[in-house]
């Protein structure tokens, strides 16, 4: 009797662990709260929308640009849904405005214009923009 107690303790163990693990895979993962905030001088992470970057793929965000500071290599630009998202500017990132190639100095007067940003999602640096591309 003792035995069969047992074995019958050790298989519920084994059933419940199993459903507890399934239900784990069926859950998404956690998402930092970052992911959704708007900028707040920080470089910040897109919205779930925006496919996350995975393993070095880009992401796209266009919108209206809304602030440019050169002094810190920075570009805001607010999203369709009115949220404003960081971008960092390096020497590498693609500068056009109308189709021709520009600096980051130039963007300054192009605020309330339309915008496009390829960028990288990094977790120490923030959204390392690729490409802006500025509408006439």
Same mark, same amino acid.
């Given at each position: 009797m003792k035995e069969k107690m047992v074995t019958l303790v050790a298989v519920l163990a084994l059933v419940l662990f199993g459903a507890i693990s399934g239900m784990a895979q069926d859950q998404p993962a956690a998402q930092d709260q970052s992911a959704?905030?708007?900028?707040?001088?920080?470089?910040?992470?897109?919205m779930k929308h925006h496919a996350m970057a995975m393993g &070095?793929? %880009?992401?796209?965000?266009?919108?209206? +640009? =809304?602030?440019?500071?050169?002094?810190?290599?920075? #570009?805001v630009v607010n999203g369709s849904n009115g949220v404003p998202y960081d971008f960092m500017v390096s020497g590498a990132t693609k500068i056009t405005v &109308?189709? %021709?190639?520009?600096?980051?100095?130039? +963007? =300054?007067?192009?605020?309330?214009?339309?915008?496009? #940003?390829?960028?990288?999602?990094?977790?120490?640096?923030?959204?390392?923009?690729?490409?802006?591309?500025?509408?006439?």
């Open positions: 959704a905030a708007p900028a707040t001088g920080n470089a910040t992470k897109p &070095g793929a %880009s992401e796209t965000l266009s919108g209206t +640009l =809304s602030a440019v500071d050169a002094d810190k290599k920075l #570009v &109308g189709g %021709s190639k520009a600096k980051l100095a130039d +963007l =300054s007067g192009d605020t309330s214009k339309q915008a496009t #940003v390829t960028f990288m999602a990094e977790k120490k640096r923030g959204n390392m923009a690729r490409t802006i591309e500025v509408t006439q």
